[in-house]
């Protein structure tokens, strides 16, 4: 009788996951060959011309990415102290379930809410605010097209802000209550106790929810795909149209028929999920670290 | 400081824990607090620096007053107020996130205090006081959470008295340590009553008998009733002629 054992799930996955990365990189393998290190290095993107370089659409995944944190960690980080410090619990649990709703929207949705609502937001409002205070060279030049680099950053960050929210929220509220309450029997603001005692003593734990975040901005494709421009090269501005690692396999591998198109866009694919393990794998170590260090601390204070 | 408790009754949602409890306690003097598990002792002790209110769905009525001073009145801060009463918990409970030296000095800190040099004097002067000092002079800048648990809660203490209160609230401050931790901080406690007005929550009838001036005995008539104040004596008439029954019953281990 086979007996359920937890080595042989860890087997039995770990064996999937090989035959994941041994197919894919078969499928790559064309393309390497032909290319060897520029497939990683370069930056022109021209299947007709069977010149393909995977580096634009690394750096474009690293863009969005950045941008989207920049625009989610200070929000998330906002948001989940609010509602440990300062909601009741009703509408605590209340809002609690209107984030993981925000969470369960499909993908394609924020698509199409980003090119009905966000494209025309940041044409008409953003891009000339933006011109206004940066000038209309450099960082912010560029056509006032609507989707490019900023759009695609701003619908990430909408659709990574509720994992950020939930996990940062789960490992404020898993600070053991007696070192908030030391705080404020010293006389801190109940502001002080959380940002000064309970955020410090959950930061491996934010950093891990910040990181979780960041995995699912790197791997999210079909959202990105509709409002990112899909352009194969290096946006030189906010505004530029772009790719991502994500958005050029989704927009362009049904299509792929030229010679090495296809292998080069499966390499793209092993770069992906590289780093999204690693990023997730480490993300999930710190929160890990986090939640579990609290509770051997309340047991230790129980006993 | 004078504390006067006046008729306060406190609840947690509809469930009543304290019920009509009057009592009042003299400036510098140490006055134990106790009782069986659940007669509400340490929710009395919070209702004096206003924690209580920071427990969901808490309600209090009735007054303190503090000197005279309804610390309930509208115009009063619970983060001022408890600048002057200060209060020391069960389980030692540092902040993980600091050193020993910033431990010791953070109530300064969350009161505005930036400067480095103030903030260190001030720990200097309240690690003297519990002993903390002499005894691990070179561990001072590592983080409070590599301390023993006896030292830990002096540190505690060393922290609650950094913001010059004149009230100290102590919640079984020993049931977490080993005998000569809380010996240590039974001397501490007897040193600390010429400057500030005590009131332990205790469990250990010997430590009530030891360290305090006056006893109010708490008692609930029956097991999830509300607590309600028995009698309120100076602790040698207490411990040896009982003017209540139940006291006599619960010191001699028939209650509780």
Known sequence: MLRASPRLAVMVFGALLLAIVISLGTGAAPAIGHF????????????????LGALTFLVGTIETTALAMVVVVPIGLGCALFLVGFVRPRLRSMLSTAIELMAGVPSVVYGLWGLQVGAPFVRTI?????????????????????????????VLSMMVLPTMVAVTRDVLAAVPDDRVEG???????????????????????????????????????????????????????????????????????????????????????????LVSVIVNAGARLLVRATLRGSLVRQRVAAS | ????????????????????????????????????????KSTLLRVINRMHEETRGSRLEGQVLLDGEEIYAPRVDPATLRRSAGMVFQAPNPFPNMTILENASSGLAFNGVRKRSVLEHAAERVLRLVGLWEEIPDRLRRPAVGLSGGQQQRLCIARAIAVEPDVLLMDEPCSALDPISTLAIEALLKELSATYTIIVVTHDLQQAARVSDSTVFLSNNRAGGPGRVIEVSPTVKLFTEPKDARTEAYLTGRLG
């Open chain 1, 183 to 273: 705080a404020l029997a010293l006389g801190a603001t109940r502001w002080q106790a959380l940002t000064r005692v309970a955020l410090p003593a959950a930061r491996t734990g934010v950093l891990g929810a910040a990181t979780l975040a960041m995995g699912r901005a790197i791997g999210e494709t079909v959202a990105i795909t509709m409002v990112i421009g899909n352009n194969p090269a290096f946006a030189h501005s906010l505004f530029a149209p772009a790719d991502t690692m994500t958005s050029v396999i989704a927009s362009e591998f049904t299509a792929a028929t030229e010679p090495f198109h296809a292998s080069a866009l499966v390499f793209i694919g092993v770069l992906l999920m």
């Open chain 2, 1 to 40: 400081m004078e504390i006067e408790v006046r008729q306060v009754s406190a609840w947690f949602d509809d469930q009543l824990v304290l019920e009509d409890v009057s009592f009042t306690v003299p400036s510098l003097s140490v006055t134990a607090l106790i009782g069986p598990s659940g007669s509400g």
């Open chain 1, 126 to 154: 953003l891009e000339p605010a933006l011109h206004a205070a940066l000038g209309s060279t450099g960082i912010a030049g560029g056509p006032d097209l609507g989707i490019g680099l900023l759009l695609g950053s701003l």
């Open chain 1, 36 to 51: 060897g290190t520029g497939l990683l290095t370069g930056t022109v993107w021209d299947p007709q011309a069977v010149r």
